[in-house]
């Protein structure tokens, strides 16, 4: 759930300044992957100095931090450098100077490494560092990464009198790690070199050149013992490149051109530098040194791909900025008129009322062919599950079940070769998801992915799925992402039963509801004066707030109360109406803040009753209804009208008021949205 940024330059003149911005505000864009601290390391003036800077807080302190120190050379120019920055979500030890990243081998700095990802083995290793002597001076697990590299290096050279190479360095080090990783290393004994490795955490590489590639693809160096060498008959271990230059950044001349590199854990830290990226798989070490670039295997003969492709990203950089708006939360809010669109876009046709997804293609007649669909999900992405499981239900006529990925396999659920699984995440990373994923795998089950990441995990490992195009999302609290999972999970239960002749109907007025959806949501986000007041005048100094509702509502106050939990820092419960009496009930008094969701569908005279419960007990709930809903029960109630629209479509409808409501009440308490408290962007750790 951390940051990871780095910014190698090869025969492109840069300054330090030039060389520092760059890696922190990549590391500002990483921002929302962690925020309880910041450090970087960049080359100093003498050879083989590393510098470090490190700050508690936010990348700006981090920055403020830099900016103070006046005997630093900004305007030092290096036509060759490596520099490395990190952002940090804490999990080993608390957020301090000490426990933030890059970590060292040795106070001289001589390898230096940040990560991503938990080491599960790190305290047998320290438990051994510490026997040879090494002293530690954090709590985290990734010092013992950067002092393992030291060991290794140190005992390589005692018993051959030569160095290791720096990928050789990291294949031993990354040999003896046990969990999930994505690292960079940096060392004085490799001047201009980098190195890159990732296990279960993401990592692309953004390449920059002033000349236009000469292939799109980096090829993976394959490694054969060589029979003909003598020096391998006493180190039969030792590997033979066979090919020892790429074929990507070569100019006509054969000669490398000046290039720039940027490793990051997302791309929306590349994208202001270059659209040309590579993703790296599982157990990729990637090499960086004198403007090339190798992939190398951390194992031999695993039947991956041998050539790893450099894409093209779609995304701009204004997508990932805050425009006019004061919040990242607030603008991704305010995106959704046009993300549920772009969701759609090329999928539906509103014409002749057809859903074609091309990535189900290949698997459609598995899918409809299968005993049962059961989704796995998290949080936000949860909900979006739970949201469309009547419908998909209704349409697919096939058992429903939604399981929440980090109790799947404590669970141990049974998992059968016609079941189909559908495994949910915005970030495409999520690892109680991955867990989920790779067991029903190995149980034979057809695995489909709804991500909003290209080139995630998810959208690698599954077998067929969905990109639900929603945008880049940089609020820690999911908004657009969430309506653009229940629009692309309809498409699919739509698609699913396009062979059904007996849910013509109903596929029709759906399809139908989709067009009018931006249109809908635009009304609703007109509301956001009259909900701004409720969120300062009723509800600032709430200390509990309960959300209900029942039927297609259920998952809107799940959903609504997560929001403002994760911005608000209050107590917020969504709770069911149907379960009311069954013990809730005793919480409602006249003091209780109650939000209730009552749109006008097959649930709504349920919904009454639940209504008059709670007014009995002189609870003053705030409803949300429908603009024509003229009923009594509302004249002495508060109430926010919202569009109609069809039955299973208007909890995207609903959601839109709590999500600014969350978002007013936040800042009304001096909060800031975009960065709640304890929490991170994309949960890389189970």
Known sequence: MCGIFAYVNFLVERDRKFILNSLLTGLGRLEYRGYDSAGLAVDGDGDGEVLLFKEVGKVISLRHKIDAQKSLDLSKVFVAHCGMAHTRWATHGVPSEKNSHPHRSDPTNEITVVHNGIITNYKELRTVLEKFGFVF????????????????????????????SFTSLVKAVCKELEGAFALIFKSKHYPNEMVAARRGSPLLIGVKTSKKLKVDFVDVDTETPDASSESNLLLPDQPKIRRTQSRSFLGDDGVVVPIEFILASDASAIIEHTKKVLYLEDDDVAHICEGDLHIHRLRRDDHMSSVRPIQTLEQELAQIQKGAFSHFMQKEIYDQPESVVNTMRGRVNFDDHRVLLGGLRSQLANIRRSRRIIFSACGTSFHSCVAVKSIFAELTEMPISVELSSSFLDEQLPIFRDDVCVFVSQSGETKDTLLALQYCKERGALCLGVTNTVGSTISRETHCGVHINAGP???????????????????????????????????????????????????????????????????????????????????????????????????????????????????????????????????????????????????????????????PLFNSLQTIRVPETVDALQPIINIVPLQLLSYHMAVARGFDPDSPRNLAKSVTTA
């Open 137 to 164: 001076e954090s709590e985290t697990d990734t010092e013992a990464v950067a002092k393992l590299a030291k060991y290794i290096y140190d005992t390589q050279m005692k018993a051959t009198g030569a160095p290791m």
């Open 473 to 631: 999302e940089i609020s820690v609290a999911s908004t657009k992402a969430y309506t653009s999972q229940f629009i692309a999970l309809t498409m699919i239960a739509l698609q699913l039963s396009d062979d059904n002749y007996a849910k013509v109907a109903r596929r029709t007025e759906l399809i139908e509801g989709l067009s009018r959806l931006s249109a809908d949501i635009k009304k609703t986000l007109a509301l956001e004066p009259m909900i701004k007041k409720l969120a300062y005048e009723n509800l600032k100094t709430a200390e509990n707030l309960i959300l209900l509702a029942r039927g297609y509502q259920s998952a809107t106050c799940l959903e609504g109360a997560l929001k403002i939990k994760e911005v608000t820092y209050i107590h917020a419960e969504g709770i069911l109406a149907g379960e009311l009496k069954h013990g809730p009930l005793a919480l409602i008094d006249e003091k209780m803040p109650i939000i209730m969701l009552m749109t006008k569908d097959r649930h709504y005279s349920d919904s009454e009753n639940a209504l008059k419960q709670v007014t009995a007990r002189s609870g003053k709930p705030i409803v949300i209804a429908h603009e024509s809903d003229n009923t």
